[in-house]
């Protein structure tokens, strides 16, 4: 039997890669089916649809719109669950919505309110997935959409019991993607599994707890793992009814080699890098230096540092990429307790550390983690502290047995690559700073504003829905205009101002 789900689809998968670099702000309807955020980030998606869509209220001129705009706005420059609920209580008092999309921006905010955290927004989106499996669509998509909805239910129990017990365990929004997944993962696996008639497997549900196991669809990055470690190697205190539970989710990880990901051609590594990232010469060489030799990839932990809009988180996710690792971005603006290295089982709120929980996502023993701004991890000690835990699983002595509470056993984290960005070194400790490599990341030159400014508006005619292609080449006065305004820094200022420019000319066009 073969599943072609959406996230297979050609045509999603062009839409997902466009969302991932920010060619395309995807539909409420794509973020349910499993679309990656705008650029990969929450707060970034945020930004632009509240952005967009503020700026279609305002064009209508009326006078009943003005709280929905004021409330988009805010949303715009405090993307939080507080601001979220106020744009939802502003739609509730439109009289006439003139033709704006009320319906899509409702499930919009249900969506962003889940992954803050909300239970209930959570159990309203699997009602959600659960009503687009019951529509006319192909019987794999239905399936599909089916253990989607599952996954959701199921995380949207395990919200409303850490709501009960008083336990507030804030989450990155990749933290809790991964969660969801995991479940789906299981119930994809459970329900197949009868559809076959073959018997349940050994981790089918169970209290509220779910892996993803080794009957799905290969890894793409399985095509060049070559040596085999062992990352699990038991599970503590495993007579106990809590034990037993945690030996089941990951009896086919114990004991089990897990891979490591294959050196891949690294010329054309860093032919490309250098490419996308001209500017970042001296970076990619830094990095792609130490690998000659060695037949896996492994980073030492690196803290990428640079102004905000540089394209550092950019960098790191194409240098993971381009090595053929399996990589997961954690925001760090929502870190602030130790959890990071595991929590124990006994609490409701009990999950594997985030190193593990990469493995086990990835089914492979060197994932590579970036840490996206790291100096706005909390530093209080209320709940342990994150930089305390980093400072272990950066030192190979103490990752190699890393002791994962939530297991209660010691696992070998070695392997495991630690990318970090960061707009300035003074927050981070310097206890921490000593155990990574430190690159200074440059901002993009003035001299590169063709380069950017075409990418940048093939991209926007893309968002539009059109071909690239219309997007004629700049022209000397418009480069030149650009020049005038942007001479240097920030990519996202220049962003801004391409799309003024595409403005500019679509309003040209309109009058001839």
Same mark, same amino acid.
């Given at each position: 039997?073969?599943? /072609?789900?959406?996230?297979? &689809?050609?045509?999603?998968?062009?839409?997902?890669?466009?969302?991932?670099?920010?060619?395309?702000?995807?539909?409420?309807?794509?973020?349910?089916?499993?679309? $990656?955020?705008?650029?990969?980030?929450?707060?970034? &998606?945020?930004? !632009?649809?509240?952005?967009?869509? *503020?700026?279609?209220?305002?064009?209508?001129?009326? #006078?009943?719109?003005?709280?929905? +705009? #004021?409330?988009?706005? !805010?949303?715009?420059?405090?993307p939080s669950e507080d601001a979220v609920l106020a744009v939802e209580a502003a739609l509730d008092l439109i009289d006439d919505a003139r033709g704006l999309p009320v319906d899509e921006c409702r499930l919009r905010c249900r969506f962003y309110r889940a992954f803050f955290g909300n239970g209930q927004a959570t159990a309203l989106i699997a009602g959600e997935l659960a009503h687009l499996a019951s529509g006319d669509l192909p019987p794999a998509e239905s399936r599909h959409l089916l253990w989607r909805s599952l996954g959701? $239910? %199921?995380? *949207? =129990?395990?919200?409303d019991a850490r709501q009960r017990a008083g336990v507030s365990v804030q989450r990155s929004a990749e933290w809790f993607e991964l969660e969801v997944r995991t479940y789906e993962g299981h119930f994809r696996n459970a329900i197949t599994s009868t559809m076959v008639d073959e018997p349940e497997p050994k981790d089918s549900v169970s209290a509220g707890l779910a892996i993803a196991t080794w009957e799905e669809e290969p890894s793409e990055h399985e095509t060049r793992l070559t040596d085999r470690v062992v990352v699990i190697s038991g599970i503590g205190n495993d007579t106990t009814a809590d034990g037993k539970r945690v030996a089941k989710e990951f009896d086919k990880f114990k004991q089990r080699p897990l891979p490591l990901p294959g050196m891949p051609e690294l010329t054309?590594?860093?032919?490309r890098l250098i490419a996308e990232f001209p500017y970042a010469t001296t970076i990619v060489e830094n990095v792609l230096e130490g690998f000659g030799g060695r037949p896996n990839v492994y980073l030492r932990p690196i803290i990428l540092l640079g102004a905000p809009g540089s394209g550092k988180t950019r960098f790191a996710r194409r240098l993971s990429e381009e090595l053929g690792t399996p990589y997961e971005i954690i925001s760090c603006g929502g870190l602030s307790d130790s959890a990071i290295g595991g929590t124990a089982r006994r609490w409701s709120?009990? /999950?594997? *550390?985030? $190193?593990?929980? %990469?493995?086990?996502?990835? =089914?492979?023993?060197?994932?590579?983690?970036?840490? &996206? /701004?790291?100096?706005?991890?909390?530093?209080?000690?209320?709940?342990?502290?994150?930089? &305390?835990?980093?400072?272990?699983?950066? !030192?190979?002595? #103490?990752?190699?047995?890393?002791?994962?509470?939530?297991?209660?056993a010691h696992c070998d984290l070695?392997?495991?690559s630690w990318l970090m960005t960061a707009n300035s070194l003074e927050p981070i400790p310097a206890a921490l700073r000593d155990r990574c490599r430190i690159l200074r990341f440059p901002d993009p030159e003035a001299d590169q504003l063709p380069l950017f400014a075409t990418r940048i508006l093939e991209r926007l005619y893309i968002e $539009?829905?059109?071909?690239?292609?219309? +997007?004629?080449?700049?022209?000397?006065? /418009?480069?030149? +205009?650009? %020049?005038?305004?942007?001479?240097?820094?920030?990519? =996202?200022r220049l962003e801004r101002l391409v799309e003024v420019l595409r403005e500019a000319r679509e309003r040209g066009r309109r009058r001839q």
């Amino acid at each position: 039997m073969t599943d /072609e789900t959406p996230s297979q &689809d050609r045509h999603f998968q062009r839409r997902q890669k466009a969302a991932i670099v920010g060619l395309h702000l995807p539909t409420a309807e794509e973020l349910l089916r499993g679309m $990656a955020f705008f650029r990969e980030d929450l707060a970034e &998606d945020i930004r !632009e649809y509240s952005s967009r869509l *503020s700026g279609r209220v305002k064009r209508r001129k009326h #006078t009943g719109l003005a709280l929905l +705009a #004021t409330s988009l706005d !805010e949303l715009t420059v405090e993307p939080s669950e507080d601001a979220v609920l106020a744009v939802e209580a502003a739609l509730d008092l439109i009289d006439d919505a003139r033709g704006l999309p009320v319906d899509e921006c409702r499930l919009r905010c249900r969506f962003y309110r889940a992954f803050f955290g909300n239970g209930q927004a959570t159990a309203l989106i699997a009602g959600e997935l659960a009503h687009l499996a019951s529509g006319d669509l192909p019987p794999a998509e239905s399936r599909h959409l089916l253990w989607r909805s599952l996954g959701w $239910a %199921a995380q *949207s =129990r395990v919200l409303d019991a850490r709501q009960r017990a008083g336990v507030s365990v804030q989450r990155s929004a990749e933290w809790f993607e991964l969660e969801v997944r995991t479940y789906e993962g299981h119930f994809r696996n459970a329900i197949t599994s009868t559809m076959v008639d073959e018997p349940e497997p050994k981790d089918s549900v169970s209290a509220g707890l779910a892996i993803a196991t080794w009957e799905e669809e290969p890894s793409e990055h399985e095509t060049r793992l070559t040596d085999r470690v062992v990352v699990i190697s038991g599970i503590g205190n495993d007579t106990t009814a809590d034990g037993k539970r945690v030996a089941k989710e990951f009896d086919k990880f114990k004991q089990r080699p897990l891979p490591l990901p294959g050196m891949p051609e690294l010329t054309g590594v860093r032919a490309r890098l250098i490419a996308e990232f001209p500017y970042a010469t001296t970076i990619v060489e830094n990095v792609l230096e130490g690998f000659g030799g060695r037949p896996n990839v492994y980073l030492r932990p690196i803290i990428l540092l640079g102004a905000p809009g540089s394209g550092k988180t950019r960098f790191a996710r194409r240098l993971s990429e381009e090595l053929g690792t399996p990589y997961e971005i954690i925001s760090c603006g929502g870190l602030s307790d130790s959890a990071i290295g595991g929590t124990a089982r006994r609490w409701s709120s009990g /999950e594997p *550390s985030l $190193a593990i929980m %990469a493995v086990r996502r990835h =089914r492979c023993a060197g994932p590579v983690i970036i840490l &996206d /701004e790291i100096e706005k991890i909390g530093t209080g000690r209320r709940n342990g502290n994150v930089h &305390d835990v980093l400072i272990g699983l950066f !030192e190979p002595e #103490t990752s190699r047995r890393w002791h994962d509470p939530y297991l209660q056993a010691h696992c070998d984290l070695s392997h495991v690559s630690w990318l970090m960005t960061a707009n300035s070194l003074e927050p981070i400790p310097a206890a921490l700073r000593d155990r990574c490599r430190i690159l200074r990341f440059p901002d993009p030159e003035a001299d590169q504003l063709p380069l950017f400014a075409t990418r940048i508006l093939e991209r926007l005619y893309i968002e $539009a829905g059109h071909d690239p292609r219309w +997007a004629t080449p700049l022209e000397g006065f /418009e480069l030149d +205009a650009l %020049a005038s305004a942007w001479t240097g820094g920030s990519l =996202r200022r220049l962003e801004r101002l391409v799309e003024v420019l595409r403005e500019a000319r679509e309003r040209g066009r309109r009058r001839q």
